[in-house]
Nanobody
């Protein structure tokens, strides 16, 4: 059974950094498209970053471009979300997700949350 577990969330001041981890079990992440999503209080889910299985295609939400980066460590079966220059509006619960399909673009995956496997989320709070 596939399983994704996020970690690394916490509280940070504006301008600070956090690195979220998403560890997978039950399936190899290296051939899966990966995405990070978030939900801020009172707001709908937002696709933040999505990367294709090959790693060649990456979609960034405009709100995080130049501040967030996604990476994958296949040996650890883990995906990371590096978040720099954090802002209060980045506050929310962050979820990682994975999908084995290859005929869906990463933009479609991110904008329409078209991922099959989801973690349970980790809280990120950006506040002074």
């Amino acid at each position: 059974q596939s399983h994704l577990v996020e970690s690394g969330g916490g509280s940070v001041q504006p301008g600070g950094s956090l690195r979220l981890s998403c560890a997978a079990s039950g399936f190899p992440l290296n051939n899966y498209a990966i995405g990070w999503f978030r939900q801020a209080p009172g707001r709908p889910y937002e696709g933040v970053l999505c990367m294709s299985g090959s790693g060649r295609d990456i979609y960034y939400s405009e709100s995080v471009k130049d501040r967030f980066a996604i990476s994958r460590d296949n040996a650890k079966n883990t995906v990371y979300l590096q978040m720099d220059n954090l802002k209060p509006e980045d506050t929310g619960v962050y979820y990682c997700a994975a999908d084995a399909r290859t005929l869906i673009t990463v933009q479609d995956m991110c904008e329409n949350m078209r991922m099959n496997d989801w973690g349970r989320g980790t809280q990120v709070t950006v506040s002074s």
